[in-house]
């Protein structure tokens, strides 16, 4: 029997962040679960990360409020490997951060789902990025419409990587479910690709 996808949010405490977290990110998890010979993080597939929510302070900053989380997207039976961050202190990119007692929340199936970052091979052309989108889209048997928002940027070892925003509409509640189970391009374990509830 398949192991349900769940999200794991850590409670968060610390001050602010970069507005560009993902990949630093990553890199303080994989240094805190990670052992010599064995980067089962990197290795890992079926892990997704979702971007600390918080309000812009300028500089390049997120200001992170009380009640600021780090979620995770896994497969339930993974939960063993990630409670050991619990009360551990993360450093992402010189800004001190301190993880809480975690909660696991099964996945809401929801009309309308959104993802700040989406990421695919060629995706600085916005006509290759659509095609690539609908091309998974339809892999997943979700015939919805994808709306592709802003073209962004982030940083991973120093080159920018172009990403788009994506919000995806009118799906029925097993395909919101099969989304955010499977997302949509690659390096979920960025922040890219990882859909949730969208609020008007």
Known sequence: MTSPIIDLYFPLQGRNIPVDHGYPLFAALAQRLETPGHPWLHESGDIGIHLIRGRYQGQGLLA????????????????????????????????????GIPQPHALQPAANLYAHLVTTHHGQDEARFDQEIARQLAALGIQSHAQRGPRRTFAVK??????????????????????????????????CGVFVPWIR
């Open 64 to 99: 992170l409020g009380p009640h600021a989380k780090l979620g995770l997207r896994l497969p339930a039976e993974r939960l063993p490997q990630l409670l050991p961050l619990a009360g551990k202190a993360l450093e992402i990119a010189g800004h001190g951060l301190r993880l």
């Open 158 to 191: 120093g080159k920018q990587v172009v990403a788009h925003s994506l919000l995806v509409t009118e799906l029925t509640a097993e395909e919101s479910i099969r989304l955010q189970e499977m997302g949509l391009g690659g390096r979920r374990k960025l922040g």
